[in-house]
């Protein structure tokens, strides 16, 4: 099916110095499913900001063939969907429907158009008939589900979620689960939460200090990731 991130030496830093990246070096294939694992501060979500432009280093990145460039930004974007740890990021009109029905409005759709999309996305995610809720009455399960379906209703290639499970009680991280595992698109899940990894990933990236120290099947990755732990405890 062919790669649709390909990003080669990618180097950032931060204003104040900070090198949050140092040289990564990934591709990734259509219909892939990715756990970014790693401690905090590693890179991962500098990494996936990287993605869409919200964030520009040197080296290159690029999505489904195309360099990120100004010119092709809003192409871009579409085809790579970020929801956000924090779900209330991402929620900003007064009704579920608006919040839902935005991305498709900007980029071109009709309001027609825009409100059909919105409605099978809150469909797909389990949220039917809440388009005239105000998102501050939704659970945080249910404003996870919002923020991932107004994600969906752009019809991106490429799904990237940051620590999707954050402050979800176990019923809306087993919702969470089961709505991720069937998604046809290229999956990229910032996590610290190694089941869910498992449920949804086949494959992970270790991020260090900036760079990507171990990519390989999750169980392995998983695995070498606890040795290695261990053996930092035992010098510790």
């Known amino acids: 099916m062919g790669s649709v991130i390909e990003v080669r030496n990618l180097r950032f830093a931060y204003p104040d110095g900070t090198r949050a ?46 360099p990120i460039s100004r010119r092709n930004l809003r192409r871009i974007r579409q085809q790579v969907g970020l929801v956000f740890q924090d779900a209330d990021d991402q929620l900003f009109m007064p009704t579920v429907g608006e919040d839902v029905a935005f ?25 039917a008939g809440m388009e005239r809720r105000a998102p501050y009455h939704l659970s945080a399960g249910e404003k996870r589900r919002a923020a991932l379906a107004g994600v969906l ?8 979620l940051d620590e999707p499970t954050t402050a979800l009680d176990p019923p809306g991280r087993l919702a969470l689960i089961g709505l991720l595992q069937p998604l046809r698109q290229t999956k990229l899940i910032v996590t610290h939460d190694t089941e869910l990894a498992r449920h949804v990933c086949g494959r992970a990236l270790f991020f260090e200090k900036g760079k990507i120290t171990c990519d390989g099947p999750l169980q392995q990755v998983i695995e070498r990731m606890q040795w290695g732990a261990a053996l930092r405890s035992a010098h510790a």
């Not at 209703?153 to 990237?160: D, G, K, S």
């Open 21 to 66: 990246l140092d040289g990564i070096d990934v591709t990734i294939d259509a219909g892939e499913s990715v756990a970014l694992l790693g401690p905090n501060g590693s890179g991962k979500t500098t990494f996936v900001l990287h993605l869409n432009g919200l964030l520009v280093g040197e080296g290159d990145v690029r999505i489904c063939g195309q």
């Open 103 to 127: 991305g498709p409005l900007n980029l071109g759709a009709t309001p027609e158009e825009a409100e059909r999309a919105a409605t099978a996305a809150l469909e797909q995610v389990g949220l």
């Open 153 to 160: 209703a752009m019809a991106p290639e490429i799904l990237v």
